[in-house]
């Protein structure tokens, strides 16, 4: 099952649960608005190049629309719809004042140059620039885009309506970005855990973890989990997997992959087949790379006890089915992950008030969002006596519903 019918799925199933109507249900799950453009720029050989730009912006109720732009080869449009709506529903778990968008331009970022990669970027602004904003559509960086691009669409959106540093979040520092954004989505990885475990009476540490994916999620979580006395037993990224029932040492592994671009050749652990990471005998497995990675091929092997997913939808439909009967808790990823659009929305409310916060109260603040969502999510499960996806999902569902509802949208 693709991302799009599974966020499909559970939407249906949380709007039975929560009594919704058809024609209600319907709107909700009807894009606002779906953008396609062609972007035309000069390569540096002097030759003309067009690409395709896009924008879906699912559902703007509870506030602007927020989400990432992503410079990749294969733009899957289905996907794309998917992860805008996911938006939509993971800001209203949240409860931060936001509906669900996503974008992108069909490129292979490592082709082209840094000024072919100015350029794209700015024509992309110039053909969007009306339809985004800041209370309208608040874009951030995701798979092949990064602060400078967001530098970038700050810059061409501030030619067409003045300056606006809250057009667009991740930004570098100095052009208003938040401090504790880089550690964000990984720290609130940390205090989603923090809360779970908390509910069955344990903490992080003495606990044992193993993460799929080490990029700027998994590693950050690592790093977190170690310090809190967890210990990190097994981790993989595409280079390979390393494991040490004794716990890695997170350190020196965060040392080696910086200098070697992975966690291959890594002398503190052994070195094991990266398809295995997943039924690694563990405590707590975080899978913080691909959708779809946890099936029906693999869902029954799963050793762990405790599924928090940091990635967006690496559990299918199958394996959520397996894994409950066999009594594994999983997080989901619209309450697990959210740590990062939590302080992209810190950022925005510090760039409108022109008031910059320091990175301890950030901290604390994105802790007291995690814990109090992780309490509305657990509400929501005693209510309709359901599991922590289902009661997310109903969570958002009907908040969403029930501002479109005031504004008078559901006919």
């Known amino acids: 099952m693709n991302a799009l019918a599974a966020t499909n799925r559970n939407f249906k199933l949380a709007s039975r ?19 396609k453009v062609e972007c035309t720029i000069p ?26 732009i992503r410079y990749h080869p294969e733009v ?30 069909g490129c292979n970022p490592s082709e082209l140059s840094i000024s072919e990669l ?28 990064g602060p400078q691009t967001m530098a970038w669409i700050l810059d061409e959106y501030s030619k067409f ?40 009476g344990k903490t992080v540490s003495g606990q044992r973890f193993v993460i799929q994916g080490f990029g ?19 981790v993989s990224d595409i280079t390979g997997a390393i494991k040490n029932s004794k716990g890695l040492d997170i350190p020196s592994l965060l040392k080696h992959t910086k200098e070697h671009r992975g966690v ?28 779809g990675v946890i099936n029906r091929e693999n869902a029954n092997e799963i050793k762990a006890k405790f599924i928090v997913e940091a990635a967006n939808h690496p559990t299918d439909p199958d394996a959520d089915e397996i894994l409950k009967k066999k009594g594994v808790v999983i997080l989901p990823d619209i309450y697990a992950n959210s740590g990062g659009v939590t302080v992209s929305y810190f950022e925005w409310v510090q760039n409108i008030q022109g008031f910059m916060w320091d990175e301890e109260k950030v901290n604390n603040e994105l802790k007291t969002y995690m814990t109090k969502a992780f309490k509305d999510v657990k509400e929501m499960c005693k209510t309709h006596e359901c599991d922590l996806r289902m009661g997310a999902f109903s969570l958002a569902v009907n908040r969403v519903a029930r501002a479109t509802v005031l504004r008078g949208w559901e006919a």
Not at 18 to 29: F, M, Q, R
Not at 79 to 101: D, R
Not at 216 to 234: T, Y
């Open 161 to 200: 309506h003045g300056y606006s540093p809250a057009v667009v979040t991740g930004k570098p520092i100095d052009l208003g970005g938040s401090l504790g954004r880089d550690a964000a989505t990984g720290r609130g990885v940390l205090f989603a855990t923090e809360a779970l475990l908390n509910e069955y």
């Open 216 to 234: 700027n999620v998994g590693s950050w979580a690592a790093q977190l989990i170690d310090e809190k006395g967890g210990k990190v037993v097994a």
């Open 118 to 145: 100015e350029r794209l970027t700015r024509v992309f602004t110039q053909k969007i620039h009306d339809l985004i904003g800041t209370h309208t559509d608040v874009p951030a960086p995701d798979m092949g885009t």
């Open 43 to 68: 390569k540096d050989d002097g030759t003309l190049q067009s690409y395709v730009g896009f924008r879906v912006q699912h559902d703007n109720a509870r506030g602007p629309m927020k989400g990432g």
């Open 264 to 291: 291959k050749g890594f002398h503190g652990g052994d070195s094991i087949d990266p398809s295995s990471i997943l039924v690694e005998d563990c405590d707590v497995l975080i899978p913080a790379a691909l959708g």
């Open 76 to 105: 899957d449009p289905d996907e794309v719809n998917a992860l805008a709506q996911l938006m939509t529903w993971k800001t209203a778990v949240a409860n931060i004042p936001y509906g669900g968008a996503k974008g992108g331009i």
């Open 17 to 35: 649960l929560l009594g919704l109507d058809s024609k209600l249900e319907k709107s909700l799950l009807i894009p606002f608005r779906e953008i």
